[in-house]
């Protein structure tokens, strides 16, 4: 924290921001300017909430410093994490060279639906399977999923084509299912601060799918994770989806620079959901495209045979072909980078 | 839903649209422009998603046209609601005339500290006490409330000030304890879209104070009040606590003008929470004022009597001497709408 | 500026950052805490753009301490701006106690139209008018504004009504007639950061009224005054119109927090437009009201007499009838504050 | 336009507003609903403002139905619009198969800085030179380009390594100067809605380089484009530069999905530059490879020899080094979308 002085704060305001700094357990540092005096503090662990100098007399701003995160962070761990999910066809890895692709519907319908999808899932060469029994929707009156049932389906899909699963929780309850299931768990953008879920799913012992909040902050999404790791799992995996901002051509706008950015603070994994990052069927190749050329660890894509009879997100789920067109331009950009699809 | 076509459709790419929509058990209108057709939408009412129809060929755009919800709606219940809130020293009405003040602390952190600020609260005038005994944090090394014994000294604090309570319930298991304890529920703004709480406290018998998402549409939000009044409590209360954007000089930007959009469009009352929605103490008082200027149905504000030695928030709690001047500023704002403290 | 080296930085990455500062002409002042070093700067007075030490090794961050505005700044001037325009009926104060009111069209139509509006401005006790000659459109086939004739019946309406005229210079060519005929030139949105044109309007004799940028920060919106300032105009009025957010059910969010933020860090004076800031006609008024309640130092309304008639704008303008009702509750509410209505 | 009634509205509200859109000229086709009416209007071209609908008596919601633009529209024109760049060194064409390098520094410094990097920028094999001689800079106190003796260096530059040059005109008396030294002339983001520059430079004979506003909506940023076009200059290249959001780990956030909503709306080519979209030199790299894999038709690069030496921008400038890493990935990626670097 750095509190930084009024250009006409007296001597004494100064000093008694240093004591009261100082009563606090910390150390002052003040640093005298040409215009002003800033006061630097170190000794603070986190446990000191700074933000009420701002209030003292002299003082005209308070300036955090530090990150609050910890095993999130690559300061603490350098080499890149990286997420083993076991599935009936051997092992899948997340994160270092390989690039994942997920794919399936956005929820599970019916079991012909999902053997359907799953076929092609399969024979387009990804190896992990997405599809949501339970699913947040913003209406009460909208699909919700079709809840266990939903998951026995995903258990089928697993065994009859070898793919991994990645489900959603929604909550305590559905967490409890989905564990039993999923081989990942997703944690959706709603829940991203869902402080109670993060806790509970940090005591899972399979990998764990966070999606980055609709409207939060990189340091957001890393204390998010930083919730889960600090319960004792230290399997997640990020993911980009979209942020809300003012432009309304797409459902969200693709926050694709967020990729370097977390790679360069953070040793976790990340994915990109470019079907909800744009929520239009033809900007999901050129965006999945882009996020694996900016440094993506992997893509989780909805596809739908028949997205336009679809119970949910038809409007931007691909087709098998455009899937099978999809991983054919990843894989060869993934080359570009020396990477390559697993 | 309105299908706008291409300049360049042909006429049977606008007879296949149309026999589409009707083969979904809905009425195609089609309106011929002089640059291009339109097609307009009946019978639909919210089971069928037609964004998919966006893919087909021809077609520009898909615009909705419904509204989604329903219970909140206005034209549902043309006169406003009114929240009745019962406290030891008699109810309290939240909408209608009365403009309703909760006052306290952001969390309780002692029964001293708690005591100390509901002596100040009530002697202010207000007649309902907030205070967080579980308490979402964006880290999980801060403070995290006192939990049920929190909820006991909210309860001592209600029997001997004659205060109603209004607390924070964080998922499905501090619900359970909230609700007994509580006079009126709060759903946090990082909860808005935790569709299982709001279920859950759906079925719950008390009133429900919703905050608005950081960065929920009005139609995202007043559709979270809609799951709530979906099963059976129809007593909720709207909370606009700031949304987040590009503006930087406060923790999040107050939305007032969302005021009289709720007004327009539902009959559920609207709080507002100037100490959220701005993150400095000194905007409190002007922000509050304009709030209730707005037409706002009361407010809530976070005061303590030592805030710069709170454990969480300090930096935008006023102080009671403050509570009283901002007290006395709205009541006579208030006068000017024909309306008063309650 | 403080730079914030990462937790492993070696003391050799520290002192080449040290001395590569102190290379610049500045000074150096390393604080050593118990995770990292941090280093304060001082000695820069703006010249040396130290953004680039982010690049060094060992480097975490580099944080702006030193806010870059001089002549708008509160630190240079305590006391409030009063800027002063002179009307053919007596000067008329603009910041200080008195608050203003500028009333009128969005665009000047015809002589007819302007004088209908300027009678109802005046009979409502407004003693300034507004009125576009030269108009900024999204669209180059919307109606742009009537040019030089629209300042000739401008310049009628003053000396018919005695009312002070405010109108927009759209580029250089537009403020040599603008500022011939009006006693406020209005700089719009749109040219919040039209570098040109504020260096251009600092050298006229007459007030300027600007308008923050749709995606100006606060700290963007002083350095556009502080171009004009620098220039030598001093009668600067800030104007807030609202932002650009995520938030659709208004054209823009009225961001009301950023009076107080102003009143805090400039002695100029701030008005608010609640049309365009809230694009809606039923919004105007309780949005009026608030921004008052916030301590604003006047509006800035559109007014039309035939509004569905209206060239542009038509939706967000308020009738003459609702004007007078507007005065009203602003005269009410401005003597909660012990202010009153010039 | 579609009005959209309210629930209630009666037979006679819904005649009342047919009547006044007929009377404006316009064709009402009143479409009844289960739960309420709307009305398509048809026979507007574009000078007829309906918002003012809004304000009837029984009227819930306007909706814009038709885009606005004309020229830019992929509708009027089908194949992709290419842009010749006539340079010492041959034409290069911008839009088509190629993908078009623009790379230099911010602003031009110097002779010797300019041909430091002038000279690397050939080497990596880029064809077209930027360098600013006229800066929009946030703050007057910052240095703000060379001007005319800056025009002059790029012409030695030009001659010199037979390099095509792209700078940026500021106001129409820059845009003199500007036309005549440049190939392609450079409109800012903060000048994408300074119409009176918007069109003169649809005056001159030169292509323009229109750059995407800090806020600008999709059909904002081609409606910008029109004004050029609808004065007669139809060499138009749009580029992104990045959006202002919330989101704080980066100067702007880069809207890569802009590039294919901008291909199916219009026949522009579009390209992007990743140094002001991300504002850190480490990000530059990951987001040109994501733009070319996107689709975008080019990049505009800042590359500075000495970048902790430069005047401005020195923190988001990448060396000549990471240019022709750069360059090779790019190229690698092109391939991969059967596209070459020209």
Do not use: W
């Amino acid at each position: 924290m750095l509190v930084v002085m009024q250009a006409h704060a007296t001597e004494e305001q100064i000093r008694s921001v240093c004591e009261r700094i100082e009563s606090l357990g910390l150390k002052a540092h003040p640093i005298p300017g040409s215009l002003r005096t800033a006061i630097g503090i170190t000794g603070n662990r986190g446990a000191v909430d700074l933000g009420v100098l701002e209030s003292m007399v002299g003082v005209a701003e308070c300036i955090p410093v530090s990150k609050p995160y910890k095993l999130v962070s690559r300061e603490v761990k350098e080499e890149d994490t990286v997420v083993r999910v076991p599935t009936p066809s051997g092992e899948v890895s997340i994160g270092g060279e390989a690039i994942a692709m997920i794919a399936g519907p956005c929820a599970v319908e019916s079991r012909e639906q999902a053997f359907a999808i799953a076929e092609r899932v399969k024979r387009a060469g990804a190896r992990l399977f997405r599809g949501g029994a339970y699913k947040p929707r913003t209406s009460p009156y909208s699909f919700q999923g079709l809840g266990e049932p939903g998951l026995q389906i995903l258990a089928e899909v697993r065994e009859r084509f070898g793919l991994g699963i990645v489900t959603e929780a929604m909550d305590n309850e559905s967490l409890d299912l989905v564990e039993k299931y999923a081989d990942v768990i997703q944690i959706g953008a709603r829940n991203m601060q869902n402080f109670s879920l993060l806790k509970r799913v940090g005591h899972c012992r399979k990998p764990v799918l966070l999606k980055r909040g609709m409207s939060a902050t990189l340091d957001e999404f890393l204390m998010a994770a930083e919730y889960i790791m600090a319960e004792g799992n230290y399997n997640v995996i990020l993911c980009e989806r979209g942020v809300r901002t003012f432009s309304d051509f797409t459902r969200n706008t693709l926050d694709i620079a967020i990729i370097p950015a977390v790679k360069r603070r953070s040793h976790l994994p990340i994915l990109v959901d470019p079907s909800h990052g744009t929520g239009r069927r033809h900007k999901v190749l050129p965006l999945s495209r882009a996020a694996v050329a900016a440094g993506a660890d992997g893509l989780i894509v909805e596809v739908h045979h028949e997205p336009d009879r679809a119970l949910s997100d038809g409007m931007q789920s691909i087709i098998p072909d455009e899937l099978e067109q999809l991983m054919k331009e990843v894989r060869a950009i993934a080359a570009v980078l020396q990477r390559s699809l697993n």
